[in-house]
């Protein structure tokens, strides 16, 4: 007996709009485990920042489990808006900055925007896609003519997604291209080494005043902050001359790029990304890149 070709198309529709529906959520559920891992690793004590990176894994997890329980094709929507809307805001970070903060090129920015685009395109693609026969036939009972238009899917729909994303990957491409990587922090700007109070604490400055850091996993003669570490904690590199009041031993050692790094009684010294201004100190007692960040203290 031969099948029909209307039940053929009706198994074959929910297949799709099945796999889309898990596709989707898997998707958005991943960026916010990306962002989850930046957020305990350094991004929860950068002003604003930390804040946006809880919300945003708030949402994408509750979105996530939205789109996989109840299959709505609004939520699906919602899904895709926030997905892009992330990748956005991670593309406004590297051009312009984002709240005083500017973005650095990394694997994990790299994987969640390539996610991002991905998760937009196919939840996307489920809120464009047309309603099983079942569904449809539900709503058109309930006589509304508009809303069963859109459960019979939006013409265009697949093409217009495609162009997005194909767009948004586009762009993002550019954004990675032209981001800094982590590269260490110039010397020439930060020569000459000063002192402040913060928290009641004398700590060691670079000459705009913000604050350095050493860490734990250091040891007097070699650094172990490398590669996006070293984006995150931009290491003192080249030569330094203590300022007035500044007591205590200056050196340098080799970092295994070949550049010099200053030393402090010792301590290899950076800065952290998070401080935008003097007077902050948002690094010190971070448990982060495998290691605890200490300011670094002055004597006197």
């Known amino acids: 007996m031969a099948q029909d070709p209307r039940l053929t198309a009706w198994s074959s529709r929910r297949f799709w709009q099945a796999g889309l529906r898990l ?17 305990l690793t350094g991004y929860r004590s950068i002003p604003t920042i930390g804040w946006l990176f809880l919300l945003q894994m708030s949402a994408v997890f509750g979105v996530a489990a939205a789109v996989l329980a109840t ?23 590297v051009w312009a900055g984002l709240f005083g903060f500017r973005e650095i090129r990394s694997t994990a920015g790299i994987v969640a925007g390539v996610v991002e685009v991905a998760a937009f395109a196919a939840l996307a693609a489920l809120a464009a896609r047309a309603a099983t026969p079942g569904r449809r036939a539900g709503h058109a009972a309930g006589g509304s ?12 729909a697949g093409r217009a997604v495609a162009g997005i994303s194909a767009a948004a990957l586009a762009v993002f491409g550019i954004s990675v291209a032209r981001a800094n ?14 002192t402040a109070t913060i928290g009641g604490v004398r700590v060691l400055t670079d000459a705009a005043g913000l604050t350095l850091y ?36 200056l050196a340098a050692i080799k970092r295994p790029d070949g550049t010099a790094q200053v030393t402090y009684n010792g301590h290899p010294l950076y800065t952290y990304i998070g401080d935008t201004a003097p007077g902050q100190a948002f690094g010190n007692g971070r ?11 002055v004597p006197g």
């Open 145 to 156: 003519r508009l809303l069963a238009r859109l459960q019979a899917g939006l013409p265009g």
């Open 214 to 249: 050493w860490f734990a996993r250091d040891t007097p003669a070699r650094s172990h902050c490398t590669g996006v570490c070293a984006g995150y904690w931009p290491p003192l590199t080249g030569t330094a001359s203590a300022g007035p009041g500044v007591p205590g031993r």
């Open 23 to 39: 596709a989707g959520a898997g998707l958005l559920a991943a960026t916010g485990a990306i962002h989850l891992d930046l957020y």
């Open 181 to 194: 990587g982590p590269a260490p922090a110039r010397a020439d700007a930060r020569a000459v080494l000063k």
């Open 71 to 93: 299959g709505s094709r609004l939520i699906a929507a919602a899904g895709a808006a926030l997905a892009l809307a992330t990748l956005g805001a991670y593309v406004r970070s």
């Open 287 to 297: 448990n982060l890149n495998g290691g605890r960040w200490h300011e670094m203290t």
